[in-house]
């Protein structure tokens, strides 16, 4: 079992790798006669590390497959077992039962050359970038060619196509040291590009990068998924980072799959309180000067209702002004919104104040929103 636990170990295991791979350079995976729109499946995945404190269950029978061509997301909390799932596909971990196709073929029955075959196709993106100090940028990008013995000219062809690609031009000559973060994660994505892999695996890979930085690094990767059908599977805490690229999402929960499914869905409408739990900093709660003064009842001091609506993408219907103006019998006003919009669907929640017309009559409500819900009720001028 390989564990990388730092740059160093990481560059040196990458090395060993493709020294083995120029020894014995076979060409890629036999063909199978597999679902052809599956690029990993994982069928009944358990994973149970030795330690000297006993066992640990880190996964508990996943049963999941991933679609060409998609940017598939796992979220989960510390030590969930995203990463011991995720280093199942490229065999950086064995599952200790059950098996990993990727692209048909049962990861688990390659041989040396086989897995090496294997690893070519599945680039890998690591949080920490994993470049080496001693090599400028070009170098780290050109090592895996360098290794596997590829003549000179095609390493600075598609060296150059692969620097063009991430946006590296002019800092070919840089050492990592003076290269910014988002510029070490471009070398390291370039460097996983070389391959032409069908599948790319990032561990947290903005995780150590700023807000700004990574929101130029999704980009770059949903440029790259979309122009080259690459699958990218990836693992993050920032719930925005699966809203902006990912088009599923996995819910890992102490090993096991809490939910699974489109972004929109388990996101619009979270079901598993794993889900709910992470995805409650998104959700605010009523502003506290709104709190202060919500009543159960409609009085003649609190005349206006606070309603909560919730749209989900379920039955199609949007935000719309002039319904709710309707809903509420009356003008109203927003007093908080957390709005988003994910490949055509809309989710979210508005916080609404308006004319109290019937005490605890939510119908209206119903036809404007997934879900709508009165708050209580607050004097006219909150
Ligand atoms: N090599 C190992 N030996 C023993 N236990 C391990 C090993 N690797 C992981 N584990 C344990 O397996 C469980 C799942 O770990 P994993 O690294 O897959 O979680 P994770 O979801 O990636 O967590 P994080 O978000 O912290 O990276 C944890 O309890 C972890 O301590
Ligand atoms: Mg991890």
Same mark, same amino acid.
């Given at each position: 079992m390989t564990v990388i636990s730092s740059a160093d170990t990481a560059s040196a295991s990458l090395? #060993?790798?493709?020294? #083995?791979?120029?020894?014995?350079? +076979?060409?890629?995976?036999?063909?199978? !006669?597999?679902?052809?729109?599956?690029?990993? %499946?994982?069928?009944?995945?358990?994973?149970?590390? +030795?330690?000297?404190?006993?066992? %640990?269950?880190?996964?508990? &029978?996943?049963? *999941?497959?991933?679609?060409? /061509?998609?940017?598939?997301?796992?979220?989960?909390?510390?030590?969930? &077992?995203?990463?011991?799932?995720?280093?199942?596909?490229? +065999?950086?971990? !064995?599952?200790?039962? /059950?098996?990993?196709?990727?692209e048909g073929q049962d990861v688990a029955a390659l041989d040396a050359a086989g897995l090496i075959a294997l690893r070519r196709r599945v680039g890998m993106v690591f949080q920490h970038f994993n470049l080496m100090s001693a090599k400028t940028a070009w170098s780290n990008i050109a090592l895996p060619l360098v290794v596997s013995g590829a003549p000179?000219? +095609? $390493?600075?062809?598609?060296? &150059?196509?692969?620097?063009?690609?991430?946006?590296?031009?002019?800092?070919? #000559?840089?050492?990592?040291?003076?290269?910014?973060?988002? =510029?070490? =994660?471009?070398?390291?994505?370039?460097?996983?590009?070389?391959?032409?892999?069908? $599948?790319?695996?990032?561990?947290?890979?903005?995780?150590?990068?700023?807000?700004?930085?990574? *929101?130029?690094?999704?980009?770059?990767?949903?440029d790259i998924n979309r122009r080259f059908k690459i699958t990218i599977v990836l693992i993050t805490h920032e719930m925005s980072v699966i809203r902006e690229i990912c088009d599923s999402v996995l819910v890992l929960d102490s090993g096991r799959i809490a939910e699974v499914g489109p972004v929109w869905r388990v996101f619009g409408?979270?079901?598993?309180?794993?889900?709910?739990?992470?995805?409650?900093?998104?959700? #605010?709660?009523?502003?506290?000067?709104?709190?202060? =003064?919500?009543?159960?009842?409609?009085?003649? &001091?609190?005349?206006?209702?606070? %309603?909560?609506?919730?749209?989900?993408?379920?039955?199609?219907?949007?935000?719309?002004? %002039?319904?709710?103006?309707?809903?509420?019998?009356?003008?109203f006003r927003l007093l908080q919104s957390s709005l988003d919009r994910i490949e055509g669907h809309v989710y979210g929640r508005l916080l609404a104040v308006g004319p109290a017309r019937l005490a605890g009559d939510v119908d209206p409500f119903a036809r404007v929103a997934d879900r709508a819900r009165i708050l209580g009720y607050v004097p006219a001028d909150v």
């Amino acid at each position: 079992m390989t564990v990388i636990s730092s740059a160093d170990t990481a560059s040196a295991s990458l090395r #060993r790798d493709f020294r #083995r791979e120029a020894l014995d350079a +076979r060409p890629a995976l036999p063909a199978t !006669a597999a679902d052809t729109s599956l690029s990993v %499946v994982f069928e009944n995945v358990r994973k149970i590390y +030795r330690s000297s404190s006993g066992p %640990v269950h880190a996964l508990h &029978g996943i049963d *999941l497959s991933i679609k060409h /061509g998609s940017i598939f997301g796992i979220i989960g909390r510390s030590g969930a &077992g995203k990463s011991s799932l995720l280093r199942t596909i490229n +065999r950086l971990e !064995a599952p200790t039962s /059950g098996r990993v196709l990727v692209e048909g073929q049962d990861v688990a029955a390659l041989d040396a050359a086989g897995l090496i075959a294997l690893r070519r196709r599945v680039g890998m993106v690591f949080q920490h970038f994993n470049l080496m100090s001693a090599k400028t940028a070009w170098s780290n990008i050109a090592l895996p060619l360098v290794v596997s013995g590829a003549p000179k000219a +095609r $390493i600075d062809e598609r060296v &150059g196509e692969v620097v063009a690609l991430t946006g590296l031009e002019g800092k070919e #000559r840089a050492y990592p040291s003076r290269l910014s973060g988002g =510029q070490k =994660q471009r070398v390291g994505i370039a460097r996983a590009l070389v391959h032409r892999p069908d $599948i790319l695996l990032c561990d947290e890979a903005t995780s150590a990068l700023d807000p700004e930085t990574t *929101l130029s690094i999704l980009r770059l990767l949903k440029d790259i998924n979309r122009r080259f059908k690459i699958t990218i599977v990836l693992i993050t805490h920032e719930m925005s980072v699966i809203r902006e690229i990912c088009d599923s999402v996995l819910v890992l929960d102490s090993g096991r799959i809490a939910e699974v499914g489109p972004v929109w869905r388990v996101f619009g409408d979270p079901e598993h309180p794993a889900t709910r739990a992470l995805l409650e900093p998104l959700n #605010r709660d009523i502003p506290a000067d709104v709190a202060e =003064q919500l009543r159960p009842q409609p009085d003649s &001091g609190a005349s206006s209702a606070v %309603v909560e609506l919730t749209y989900m993408s379920k039955s199609g219907l949007e935000p719309d002004p %002039v319904a709710i103006a309707k809903a509420f019998g009356g003008p109203f006003r927003l007093l908080q919104s957390s709005l988003d919009r994910i490949e055509g669907h809309v989710y979210g929640r508005l916080l609404a104040v308006g004319p109290a017309r019937l005490a605890g009559d939510v119908d209206p409500f119903a036809r404007v929103a997934d879900r709508a819900r009165i708050l209580g009720y607050v004097p006219a001028d909150v």
